[in-house]
């Protein structure tokens, strides 16, 4: 027997051995007869196609993929992390990492500074978005995916890191050198005041310290003559549950019930409460949600509408009930599985998608809103379980016209505000920067030899129309009827950026704004154009309207 052959089947007869050891104290029962027959099925099966298959298989690998495609069947939260992943879990999960506290993209091939984080080492070396890293310790970047150049720019604090970066305006690139620091993640990125009374949070994660950073952002906005408070959960994909618990306890009296959880296991059916004393339970709060506000995200948001403790806004939220935890593997490695569903304080889950029943093609099914089951506030409004949290404000997502998406997408929004800043020393505050017509004009002319063509929605399906038509044969019918339509909807680009001139000098301002004033200005610049945050000054500023909504069935 081979070296191979003998390590293949030394493998899966210890693998073999620790299951039947780990069982052979419990009664024998059909269950577990058919866990150790398949075992063992998989065990031999992985032992022959490494022994025989006609070439070399990369045993990791396909032991990998098969863990995967196992886990695959049952949610797409429950994952297998190998060693090489584990640092950024844990990052994902703590917040904290060695680095340069930098966010960097692939744009046409360059790795390219997207946001320098204020107070860490990117920043302090002087760093600016727009900035090409050319290279890292000498090693050419060009090409190289995000998460490769991650593990570049990552490292153990106090080590360093020479950059060499390609500036706008600059014909030489030069060096830079960094010094790698302990790089604390924010939960909440901005917060400041929307108008005089009214400021806002803008919480984006729940890894460790979310609550404190939200009660401190709450304090020093009360400080600052907030009395009323906006918290902005849109794009939140949840995190840590014990740091959901602590926010809504901010809010609520101690000893409120925030959340259960039920699973298969014992140890998994528990009730957190609020534990501590609260910040504020009287602050008029407008909470706002989309279909990117998921976990933890829709526990702080579902249980502040639970006990009518503020009014909801925006679109319905993403719906993942259920609860996450890791176990230890060997070798360094982890699983993460789902082990319970969580409900809020009326007593409902509001998970959207059944994993554990799938349709013919084995999708997993939505839950279908005729089977939603109602539940009440604490001041007995009707709210549903299944299919996220809903708002008690449904407000229209701003709908950006093809043009503006095509010069997002195509970066000319952002070249252009890379040549503004430049060109620009300095710029009004955020709240107050506006482009003038003047520049604005200066814009389009840049513009005139930049590809930014693209189709609209009505073209693409005049388009099917016209393919399907001839598929049919009916095309001769009502080629006059399709020609006169493809005249009708055609558009001109140049003419679109003049018709489209607000919204695209919305989306110019935010980015120019955020050259000048990083992530804080492109927030502060769009207040005026946020649709949620709009109708959430209104609300809060209508104490009739406010309370009537908390009241009402």
Same mark, same amino acid.
Not at 27 to 52: C, D, P
Not at 320 to 328: E, S, W, Y
């Given at each position: 027997?081979?070296?191979?052959?003998?390590?293949?089947?030394?493998?899966?007869?210890?693998?073999?051995?620790?299951?039947?050891?780990?069982?052979?104290?419990?009664?024998?029962?059909?269950?577990?007869?058919?866990?150790?027959?398949?075992?063992?099925?998989?065990?031999?099966?992985?032992?022959?196609?490494?022994?025989?298959?006609?070439?070399?298989?990369?045993?990791?690998?396909?032991?990998?993929?098969?863990?995967?495609?196992?886990?695959?069947?049952?949610?797409?939260?429950?994952?297998?992390?190998?060693?090489?992943?584990?640092?950024?879990?844990? %990052?994902?999960?703590?917040?904290?990492?060695?680095?340069?506290?930098?966010?960097?993209?692939?744009?046409?091939?360059?790795?390219?500074?997207?946001?320098?984080?204020?107070?860490?080492?990117?920043?302090?070396?002087?760093?600016?978005?727009?900035?090409?890293?050319?290279?890292?310790?000498?090693?050419?970047?060009?090409?190289?995916?995000?998460?490769?150049?991650?593990?570049?720019?990552?490292?153990?604090?106090?080590?360093?890191?020479?950059?060499?970066?390609?500036?706008?305006?600059?014909?030489?690139?030069?060096?830079?050198?960094?010094?790698?620091?302990?790089?604390?993640?924010?939960?909440?990125?901005?917060?400041?005041?929307?108008?005089?009374?009214?400021?806002?949070?803008?919480?984006?994660?729940? %890894?460790?310290?979310?609550?404190?950073?939200?009660?401190?952002?709450?304090?020093?906005?009360?400080?600052?003559?907030?009395?009323?408070?906006?918290?902005?959960?849109?794009?939140?994909?949840?995190?840590?549950?014990?740091?959901?618990?602590? *926010?809504?306890?901010?809010?609520?009296?101690?000893?409120?019930?925030?959340?259960?959880?039920?699973?298969?296991?014992?140890?998994?059916?528990?009730?957190?409460?609020?534990?501590?004393?609260?910040?504020?339970?009287?602050?008029?709060?407008?909470?706002?949600?989309?279909?990117?506000?998921?976990?933890?995200?829709?526990?702080?948001?579902?249980? *502040?509408?639970?006990?009518?403790?503020?009014?909801?806004?925006?679109?319905?939220?993403?719906?993942?009930?259920?609860?996450?935890?890791?176990?230890?593997?060997?070798?360094?490695?982890?699983?993460?599985?789902?082990?319970?569903?969580?409900?809020?304080?009326?007593?409902?889950?509001?998970?959207?998608?059944?994993?554990?029943?799938?349709?013919?093609?084995?999708?997993?099914?939505?839950?279908?809103?005729?089977?939603?089951?109602?539940?009440?506030?604490?001041?007995?409004?009707?709210?549903?379980?299944?299919?996220?949290?809903?708002?008690?404000?449904?407000?229209?997502?701003?709908?950006?016209?093809?043009?503006?998406?095509?010069?997002?997408?195509?970066?000319?929004?952002?070249?252009?505000?890379?040549?503004?800043?430049?060109?620009?020393?300095?710029?009004?505050?955020?709240?107050?920067?506006?482009?003038?017509?003047?520049?604005?004009?200066?814009?389009?002319?840049?513009?005139?030899?930049?590809?930014?063509?693209?189709?609209?929605?009505?073209?693409?399906?005049?388009?099917?129309?016209?393919?399907?038509?001839?598929?049919?044969?009916?095309?001769?019918?009502?080629?006059?009827?399709?020609?006169?339509?493809?005249?009708?909807?055609?558009?001109?680009?140049?003419?679109?950026?003049?018709?489209?001139?607000?919204?695209?000098?919305?989306?110019?301002?935010?980015?120019?704004?955020?050259?000048?004033?990083?992530?804080?200005?492109?927030?502060?610049?769009?207040?005026?154009?946020?649709?949620?945050?709009?109708?959430?000054?209104?609300?809060?500023?209508?104490?009739?309207?406010?309370?009537?909504?908390?009241?009402?069935?």
């Amino acid at each position: 027997m081979n070296k191979r052959k003998k390590f293949v089947v030394f493998i899966g007869l210890s693998f073999l051995t620790l299951f039947f050891f780990s069982f052979s104290s419990n009664k024998v029962s059909n269950h577990y007869f058919e866990i150790a027959k398949n075992m063992k099925i998989f065990a031999q099966l992985y032992q022959e196609v490494n022994t025989y298959y006609v070439d070399d298989v990369n045993p990791s690998e396909m032991m990998t993929t098969g863990i995967e495609a196992m886990l695959a069947t049952l949610d797409p939260y429950t994952n297998y992390i190998p060693e090489d992943k584990i640092e950024d879990y844990r %990052t994902m999960t703590t917040g904290e990492y060695g680095g340069l506290g930098v966010v960097v993209g692939n744009r046409k091939g360059n790795i390219t500074v997207l946001l320098p984080n204020e107070g860490y080492p990117a920043y302090e070396a002087g760093l600016q978005i727009g900035d090409i890293i050319e290279r890292v310790d000498g090693e050419e970047m060009k090409g190289k995916g995000t998460e490769e150049i991650s593990k570049y720019l990552k490292g153990q604090a106090g080590s360093e890191v020479v950059l060499t970066i390609k500036r706008y305006g600059k014909e030489e690139s030069f060096d830079v050198p960094v010094k790698r620091e302990k790089i604390q993640i924010n939960n909440v990125p901005y917060y400041g005041m929307v108008t005089d009374n009214i400021g806002l949070i803008q919480l984006t994660d729940f %890894t460790r310290n979310a609550s404190q950073e939200v009660g401190d952002a709450l304090t020093e906005l009360k400080d600052r003559g907030a009395s009323k408070v906006i918290l902005d959960l849109r794009g939140n994909p949840g995190g840590l549950l014990n740091e959901a618990v602590n *926010i809504v306890n901010l809010f609520v009296p101690k000893g409120s019930d925030v959340v259960y959880t039920k699973g298969r296991i014992e140890d998994w059916n528990k009730t957190y409460k609020a534990m501590n004393a609260p910040l504020d339970t009287d602050i008029p709060i407008a909470v706002l949600i989309n279909g990117g506000s998921a976990s933890a995200a829709e526990i702080v948001s579902g249980s *502040i509408q639970d006990y009518d403790r503020g009014v909801l806004l925006g679109s319905r939220s993403f719906g993942k009930g259920l609860v996450q935890a890791t176990r230890p593997l060997d070798y360094n490695s982890r699983l993460k599985v789902t082990v319970a569903k969580y409900y809020i304080p009326s007593g409902r889950c509001i998970q959207a998608i059944d994993y554990s029943h799938r349709n013919e093609e084995g999708e997993a099914t939505v839950v279908a809103d005729s089977l939603r089951e109602q539940f009440t506030t604490a001041n007995g409004r009707v709210v549903l379980d299944g299919g996220g949290v809903a708002p008690d404000i449904k407000v229209q997502p701003f709908n950006f016209a093809q043009i503006s998406i095509s010069l997002i997408l195509k970066g000319l929004i952002f070249d252009y505000a890379t040549k503004y800043h430049h060109e620009h020393q300095s710029i009004a505050p955020a709240r107050d920067f506006e482009i003038s017509d003047a520049e604005f004009d200066e814009f389009i002319a840049w513009l005139k030899d930049k590809d930014y063509g693209y189709q609209t929605k009505v073209e693409v399906s005049v388009e099917e129309l016209e393919e399907s038509a001839k598929a049919d044969k009916y095309y001769d019918d009502i080629q006059e009827e399709i020609e006169t339509l493809k005249k009708k909807i055609y558009h001109n680009k140049e003419s679109d950026v003049i018709k489209f001139k607000s919204e695209i000098k919305d989306v110019l301002q935010a980015e120019i704004c955020k050259r000048y004033y990083l992530e804080a200005g492109e927030i502060e610049s769009t207040f005026n154009a946020d649709v949620d945050v709009i109708e959430a000054v209104k609300v809060l500023n209508d104490t009739e309207r406010y309370q009537k909504i908390l009241t009402s069935n």
